[in-house]
Structures are given as C-alpha cells and as structure tokens.
C-alpha cells in the first residue's frame, strides 16, 4: 500500500480529485489508496475518515495510518497516510501537489486532531 501512495508524489492537487488522472485532493488521495490497495471502500470526505477505523495515539502510529489536522479552522478538515519515521503523505492544496512532510514540523504540530488505523485485515 505504502508503494502506491508513493507512486502519488507530484501529482496535482485538484479540489473533488480522486485519481492520478484527475490530481487529488487530501481525502480523495487516501480513499484512492486504501480503494486500490486493499479493496476497502471509505468515505470521500476528511470527516467521514476520521469516523472510520480506530483511534491511534501519536506516539503508537504504523505506517498506513490517517493522520488528521484542523487547517480550515475546523476539526479533521485535512487528512495524510502516515508512512514511518515521523513523516506523512498528502495532498496539501491548490497549487501544489501531493508530497510528504514531517508530522513535527510547527504547521502541522499545531494542528495535529489525531489519527485512525483502518483494518486490512481481508
């Protein structure tokens, strides 16, 4: 699963997007991931996502699991897959495309909601 997301890098951000052919936005990006990877179908908005699998303390994520932030002044409103060594893929925003960042720098440290493990256990 980590492979394909990282097949994703540099693809365009496009609001509503859910394919390379068409650019990602962040919740798009990880529904395509986990629908291709794994067969599992998740809901198409960051909010949805955040209901989906289990909790997971910060200091306890596995590679795959979503990562959740406040960046629109609203709680889960930006989600990433965490890939390991305290870094996470995403979709960030127009204008820019998909690419992976640390978990500990001060924009997403302040934002951080939380995050979830999805079962992939088929």
Known sequence: MLFRVLT??????????ASHA???DCSGLVAHVFRTG????????????????????????LPGDLVFYNTLNKPFSHVGIYL?????????????AVRIE??????????WNGARRISTNL
């Open 38 to 61: 794994y067969g599992i179908t998740l809901p198409r908005n960051t909010y949805g996502q955040s209901q989906a699998g289990n909790p997971v303390a910060s200091d306890e994520l």
């Open 102 to 111: 640390s978990l500990k720098s001060a924009y997403w440290s302040k934002r």
């Open 84 to 96: 390991g060594d305290g870094r996470f893929i995403h979709a960030p925003k127009t204008g820019s």
């Open 22 to 24: 068409t650019g990602f």
């Open 8 to 17: 994703s890098i540099g693809v365009d951000y496009k609001y509503g997007g």
